[in-house]
């Protein structure tokens, strides 16, 4: 299939809606093109990611298509052809990433309100015994796998530490960000942004946006600005933590005990990027944000 150029535009996009569109395309594939390229990844395994992408969206779109009518109707929809079609429809689905049990028990004990003192999780528990201690945290999250293994695994990831002299469990981070581990750092990549990325679509799509998808924008600033900035923009995700934590924890336990569907998930995330300006930065005029922005005349 021969490739073409990221600058070059088909003729079908004539419309602006449509330039603008594959500009978006561009400014979202860039920063995932150069993640593949630093880690070798090559063009033909993320093409083939994509075009997986295109008949699972097409499909969704079209859900109560016969059977004998599928893959025609994805077909016409992406532009694949229909053997194509036939062979990613019929492809093994790739497994989808499960939380592991001992991140469950570390975002546990940072947003369950009897963990917290004055606001803030307790930083040491008992190893063992009754609530409050690890153990009995350990088993109000899973039953299947041994408290002294999800306690191995957390001072693995340098999330906790065993303090030997009072027998008890230290709570090393209050965010978790694993280090050398690429699995769980591409799976936070995927997650985050790929929810990120949901949130602006849908809002782009449906007629009345429903998920909060805002940013401020400002350039002028120097370095040493920009460094100024970042502990002030870590603080206040901290006191979104803290202050949301608690209220998501209580309702998942409230859905629990009175036997609602729980059926719905929730992300709520906050970034931050800073670069130097180059030629051209993306930052469209309108997209129902704050935008804070010095031009030079």
């Known amino acids: 299939m021969p490739t073409q150029s990221l600058n070059a535009v088909p003729a079908a996009a004539g419309d602006e809606a449509d330039q603008a569109l594959l500009r978006a395309c561009r400014a979202v594939m860039a920063p995932l093109a150069r993640l593949a390229v630093a880690r070798g990844t090559r063009y033909a395994q993320i093409d083939d990611l994509l075009r997986s992408a295109f008949v699972d969206a097409a499909r969704e779109a079209h859900p109560d298509v016969p059977a004998n009518r599928a ?70 999250v899973t039953k299947d796998v041994h408290p002294r293994t999800l306690l191995e695994e957390l001072c693995r990831l340098e ?8 027998d008890a469990v230290v709570l090393l981070r209050d965010k978790f960000v694993p280090t050398g581990d690429a699995r769980r750092l591409f799976g936070f990549l995927g997650a985050n942004v790929g929810d990120h990325l949901s949130a602006a679509v849908a809002n782009v799509l449906n007629p009345t946006p429903r998920h909060l998808e805002q940013a401020l924008f ?21 006191a979104l933590v803290r202050a949301l934590a608690p209220t998501v924890q209580q309702l998942i336990d409230e859905d629990a005990a009175n036997g609602r569907a729980q059926d719905h998930r929730l992300r709520v995330g906050l970034y931050a990027f800073a670069d130097r300006v180059s030629g051209t930065v993306n930052e469209p005029a309108e ?7 010095r031009r030079k005349e």
């Open 218 to 238: 400002a350039d002028g600033l120097s370095s040493d600005s920009v460094e100024q900035l970042r502990p002030i923009v870590s603080d206040q995700w901290q």
């Open 71 to 140: 893959v025609s109707r994805v077909s016409a929809a992406t532009g694949l052809n229909r053997r194509e079609v036939t062979r990613l429809i019929k492809a093994d689905e790739a497994e989808v990433p499960k939380r592991s049990p001992a991140t469950e028990v570390f975002t546990r004990w940072l947003s369950d309100p009897a963990l917290r003192r004055k606001g803030k999780p307790m930083r040491s528990l008992p190893r063992q015994g009754p609530a409050p201690s690890f153990e009995s945290l350990a088993q109000s």
């Open 159 to 166: 999330l906790a530490k065993v303090d030997d002299k009072t």
């Open 287 to 293: 997209q129902g944000r704050t935008a804070t922005r």
